[in-house]
């Protein structure tokens, strides 16, 4: 099994451009979620899926958007790019809501320039 | 909201020694807290999980307990190696399909 595995590893992109993170998962797992590590802040989650088709907000969602057309993919997508978002974007999965023990990927850096 | 407070921010040990890493949480109404392991540059690598309802866990030299009531968790890592350096990450999971971090502890072991 290769667990939690994120496409691509490092990105750079210049202000205003788009692009989408990639998330998959080969555990069978129902739930996934998108974190942000940054300096200082400690990692703060973006977005969560419950299910295949189902998204929910996290704590900082603002310009960032997530599909789960398919349960074992979960897609971060930045429309439009800014200097704050430059971060190391973590996707993690689990099996349950309440006791599930979570598994990360090993993330993505982006740096927005 | 639930707060996550590990103390200390960074540890500075010599080969062989005991440690104590500890964590603290505002709310505690929670369904488990987890430990984590990152290594500079590199993902979470999960290393406890202690559900409400359990004190404890071992997973060969750590051993996490939970006082839930006090909101308080340590991780006790026996017998530190120089391989045992990186940050170790508390995450409490309040039932909301979320976990709320911890900003780490940097553990440096020298040989």
């Known amino acids: 099994n290769a667990g939690v595995t994120q496409t691509p590893k490092f990105r750079v992109l210049k202000t205003g451009q788009s692009m989408t993170l990639l998330c998959a998962q080969d555990?069978?797992?129902?739930?996934m979620y998108w974190y942000r590590q940054d300096p200082g802040m400690g990692l703060r989650l973006i977005h969560y899926?419950?299910?295949?088709?189902?998204?929910a907000k996290g704590e900082v969602p603002d310009g960032y958007n997530v599909s789960r057309l398919k349960k074992q993919n979960f897609l971060l997508g930045l429309e439009s790019a800014a200097p704050s978002q430059t971060s190391v974007y973590f996707c993690a999965s689990s099996y349950s809501r309440a006791g599930g023990e979570q598994f990360f990927g090993p993330g993505t850096r982006l740096t927005v320039l | 909201k639930q707060e996550v407070t590990q103390i200390p921010a960074a540890l500075s040990v010599p080969e062989g020694e005991n440690l104590v890493l500890n964590c603290s949480f505002t709310?505690?109404?929670?369904?488990?807290l987890q430990w984590f392991r990152q290594d500079p540059g590199k993902g979470l690598t999960s290393l406890l999980l202690i559900q409400s309802s359990q004190r404890e866990q071992t997973s060969g030299r750590l051993n996490a307990s939970l006082d839930k009531s006090s909101g308080r968790s340590t991780l006790y890592i026996a017998a530190s190696q120089p391989g045992d350096s990186a940050t170790y990450l508390c995450?409490?999971?309040?039932?909301?399909?979320?976990?709320?971090f911890g900003k780490g502890t940097m553990l440096l072991v020298s040989p």
């Open positions: 995450a409490v999971n309040s039932g909301y399909s979320t976990l709320t």
């Open positions: 709310d505690s109404a929670i369904y488990n």
């Open positions: 899926s419950v299910g295949e088709g189902t998204t």
């Open positions: 555990m069978n797992h129902e739930y």
